[in-house]
């Protein structure tokens, strides 16, 4: 495994963006070069303990669903190696890790799609019987599969900040009333699909967020990240029981431990426990395994 990649510093070309875990470089006009790094964010702030192998895990895994997925939707990958775009002695710092991608108009929105009730969507049902202002049947479980999935969206934050969840009639006001369609459509239908594959594998995906762009000619693409245990709640399906919150092949893990030591979830995060970083890592690889074999 390659030694921790905290920050990336690829000097042959212009930094745009360092985000929670990944930097973006532009290539030219046309192109980006985006670096997933071994950074963690959880609550939304970035701790200071890097995962060993996360973004190559992460990188590998996305590429994985992009390709599976492409029918449905386009994506932004280009085919270049990014390898070729910057300067050989950086060459270590893109390898397995990078990808160049289509420079696309991100939309405004985070495009969450919730297949089971849990998280913040649990607290919600349990106080108003519903997800994001969505009623729901009474007496659902922790855990319980949804009737059906649920597109819910949510703003972007900058880092540091938090997302917040905003209602489809706010999503239609920031997209336009097609578009917020559209949107909807695509998140649920790759959901659908990749939860179906998933289970297969012995992975239940409780939830996931998806980010699209668009081109000059306003045509859809899917951006960022796909299905991965960043962007998504994977859990094992053998140890799956409605009525808890499973153990899951994400930073639940870490989540869990943050809690434990009642941090305030402010910065500065606190170091992560050596145990419980490899741990992380561990996870996060038996993910790609399991999808990938």
């Known amino acids: 495994m390659t030694a921790p990649l905290f ?34 964010s959880a609550f939304d702030v970035v701790l200071p303990t890097p995962i060993p192998g996360k973004g190559e895990v992460l990188t590998r895994i996305s590429d994985f669903w992009f390709a599976k997925l492409g029918h449905i939707l386009p994506n932004q990958l280009t085919g270049i190696a990014p390898e070729s775009v910057v300067a050989p002695e950086e060459r270590d710092q893109v390898t397995g890790r990078a990808t160049v991608v289509r420079r696309l108009k991100p939309l405004p929105i985070e495009a969450i799609v919730r297949g089971y009730l849990v998280g913040s969507g649990w607290k919600e049902y349990k106080s108003q019987g519903s997800v994001c202002g969505i009623p729901l049947p009474a007496g659902l479980r922790e855990a ?11 703003t972007k934050a900058e880092v540091g900040a938090h997302d917040e969840n905003i ?41 996931t967020k998806f980010e699209f762009g668009q081109d000059d000619a306003g045509k859809l693409y899917l951006i960022d990240e796909a299905l991965t245990p960043d962007s998504s709640r994977f859990w094992p399906a053998d140890q799956y029981a409605p009525g808890a919150n499973p153990p899951s092949f994400d930073k639940q893990y870490v989540r869990d431990w943050l809690e434990s030591i009642n941090w305030n979830k402010k910065p500065p995060a606190p170091e992560l426990p050596a145990e419980v970083a490899a741990r992380t890592g561990e996870k996060y690889r038996e993910a790609l395994s399991r999808l990938t074999n």
Do not use: C, H, M, W
Not at 7 to 24: A, E, F, M, T
Not at 28 to 40: G, N
Not at 178 to 193: G, H
């Open 7 to 40: 920050n990336s510093s690829i000097n042959s070309l212009p930094l745009l963006n360092r985000g929670k875990v990944r930097d973006i470089y532009a290539v030219d006009d046309e192109r980006l070069l985006i670096v997933t790094t071994d950074r963690l």
């Open 144 to 154: 319980d599969q949804l009737p059906q999935p649920l597109f819910t969206p949510s």
């Open 167 to 207: 209602s489809f009639e706010k999503a239609e006001g920031l997209l336009g009333t097609a578009l917020a369609a559209e949107v909807r459509d695509a998140a649920i239908t790759l959901y659908k699909e990749a939860a179906e594959y998933a289970l297969t594998k012995g992975i239940i995906i409780a939830d």
